[in-house]
């Protein structure tokens, strides 16, 4: 069973950078080949996905982080780094991992990240 473990969240001021981490466990070597995606859900709105990076380390990003946001992965370590920076308060949300190979899709329990003065 594959395991996803979410941190690095926290307060962070607006204007402000943040490196979140999502490790995976029980993955039986094959991570590399996982569809790694961060989400996020803010208070009252759906879940949203922010950005994907597949085994080709090819990236997607939302509209709404384009530019400001980047999600590395390190498949010896079986882990992605999504890295915030300007952040601004609508992004205040709890961030997601989700893993994904095939027809089988695993989820983090999330972490939450607050950007306030």
């Known amino acids: 069973q594959v395991q996803l473990v979410e941190s690095g969240g926290g307060l962070v001021q607006p204007g402000g950078s943040l490196k979140l981490s999502c490790a995976a466990s029980g993955t039986g070597g094959a991570f590399s080949f996982y569809i790694m995606g961060w989400y996020r859900q803010a208070p009252g709105k759906q879940r949203e996905l922010v950005a994907t990076?597949?085994?080709?380390?090819?990236?997607i990003y939302a509209d709404s982080v384009q530019g400001r946001l980047t999600i590395p992965r390190d498949n010896a370590k079986n882990t992605v780094y999504p890295q915030t920076s300007s952040l601004k308060a609508e992004d205040t949300a709890v961030y997601y991992c989700k893993a994904d190979l095939g027809l089988q899709g695993y989820w983090g329990p999330g972490t939450q990240v607050t950007v306030s003065s």
């Open positions: 990076i597949d085994s080709r380390r090819t990236t």
